[in-house]
């Protein structure tokens, strides 16, 4: 299978520090799915074409192959050129041979509402023989202005979707994948539900945990009786933590599009509740949410969203029993995490705090995962039950509090929990 991209801004050869591909290199590496090549064909100022080159006929092993190529760039990181992870670029993507398994005008019905224009071929069973009608597969060409990252989410999503197959283990870490992935416009698409589907494979169980962080509220023909997912588990053990301590005012820091913050609203056990995210758009999920906007005075005067950093002092983060990390610290680089220690833990300094975050131990259970990645391509990284306590100890020995640490979901004799959560509790003689 072969994918192209062709862009076009200011300078095109730039696309190689946002790809972290150089381009005069023929880069290839040995994927799971087989060896994988990337290319240049054409570089110059005004345009510049790359070639992804991927031993695999199915689409979910190519939207693998581009999250492993290209890891950085779905992250939307680049170090040598910080502002061009900001740009909108001119893109031209052509997929040769995409499986596209459904209507003819499926692949309009993915990419259309997102801003692309969409041209569509399907290709024949035999190009001699017309009567044997047409593949499963279209050549696909994709024109729109977005950035990098962006565009190869939307691919890594997508791709898959057209296929309707994955060709690997669908678990509970896959929707959370489809929510980091496309949480910023899969709840708005109009094919929201059919795209949650065919991407977790059709279990329904999944769909309906994804689609309940995505959308506000999910048809009751989609939601099953099921057993609770990962991140239930999570909500679940920080609420029960929160109530161990007796925590009256709570700040989910790095609250998202308000998953937590819908569970502390609907518990009247807590007098005061503030959202924050350095993401304005994930802040106005968490409205949509809430439906903050149909509340009356008295429940608004509860709960409060505001945009802000975990690694900046915001003297709007002062003075509460309790501040919630849930997974948040892997998606902050290593060396901003003593930043993000001392606005917490020194400046807004509440009576209790509660991190959680992933094992990375517990990743070698998860089908299709290379060894070595991470759950996401967003994490910077991702602790050890060791690491992780050895810096609990630290953070709690260098600020005064005292830290448990205990596991979020299932067991495994050997690699532990998949997540495990720290409650750090502010010591008396230090208030």
Same mark, same amino acid.
């Given at each position: ?61 190519? /939207?693998? !192959? +581009?999250? &492993? %190529? ?6 939307? @990181?680049?170090?040598? *050129? ?125 769909? /309906?945990? !994804? +689609?309940? &962080? %995505? ?6 023909? @989609?939601?099953?009786? *099921? ?205």
């Amino acid at each position: 299978m072969t994918a192209n991209a062709t862009t076009d801004f200011p300078d095109a050869s730039d696309i190689g520090y946002l790809l972290h591909k150089h381009p005069d290199r023929v880069q290839t590496r040995n994927l799971p799915m087989g060896n994988t090549t990337v290319l240049y064909p054409e570089v110059s100022a005004t345009r510049t074409t790359v070639a992804v080159l991927a031993d695999t006929d199915a689409a979910s092993g190519l /939207a693998v !192959a +581009l999250s &492993r %190529l290209f890891k950085q760039t779905l992250a939307g @990181v680049c170090g040598h *050129r910080p502002e061009l992870v900001s740009a909108a670029i001119d893109l031209t993507i052509a997929l040769p041979a995409a499986p596209s398994r459904g209507a003819g005008d499926l692949a309009s019905r993915m990419f259309g509402p997102l801003g692309w224009g969409v041209q569509a071929t399907p290709i024949p069973l035999d190009s001699t023989q017309p009567q044997w009608g047409d593949s499963e597969y279209i050549d696909l060409v994709l024109t729109g202005t977005f950035t990098l990252s962006a565009a190869l989410r939307q691919l890594y999503v997508l791709l898959p979707v057209l296929d309707d197959a994955k060709h690997y283990w669908v678990g509970e870490d896959e929707a959370d994948k489809l929510v980091q992935a496309a949480g910023d416009w899969l709840g708005d698409h109009p094919e929201s539900a059919l795209i949650a589907s065919r991407y977790l494979a059709h279990r329904r169980e999944l769909v /309906a945990s !994804a +689609l309940d &962080r %995505l959308v506000p509220d999910v048809p009751d023909d @989609v939601a099953t009786p *099921r057993d609770p997912s990962l991140a239930e588990q999570r909500v679940r053990a920080v609420l029960a933590a929160l109530a161990g301590v007796g925590a009256k005012s709570v700040i989910d820091l790095g609250c998202g599009e308000g998953r937590l913050l819908r569970e502390l609203f609907a518990t009247n056990d807590f007098e005061r509740i503030v959202g924050a995210d350095v993401s304005d758009r994930a802040l106005a999920k968490a409205q949509r949410r809430l439906r903050l906007d149909d509340m009356s005075d008295r429940q608004r005067a509860r709960i409060e969203l505001v945009q802000s950093s975990a690694t900046y002092r915001d003297v709007r983060l002062h003075g509460f029993d309790a501040m919630v990390l849930m997974e948040v610290i892997e998606h902050v680089d290593l060396d901003r995490i003593p930043a993000l220690v001392r606005s917490v833990f020194l400046q807004a300094r509440p009576r209790t705090v509660l991190v959680t975050t992933p094992n990375s131990e517990y990743n070698v259970l998860y089908p299709g995962l290379e060894p070595g990645a991470f759950r996401h391509v967003d994490h910077r990284f991702e602790f050890t039950r060791a690491q992780f306590e050895q810096w609990c100890s630290s953070v709690a020995r260098e600020h005064a509090y005292a830290v448990r640490v205990e596991g979020i979901g299932p067991v495994d004799d050997m690699h532990g929990t998949p997540t495990q959560m720290a409650v750090f509790t502010r010591e008396e003689q230090s208030r």
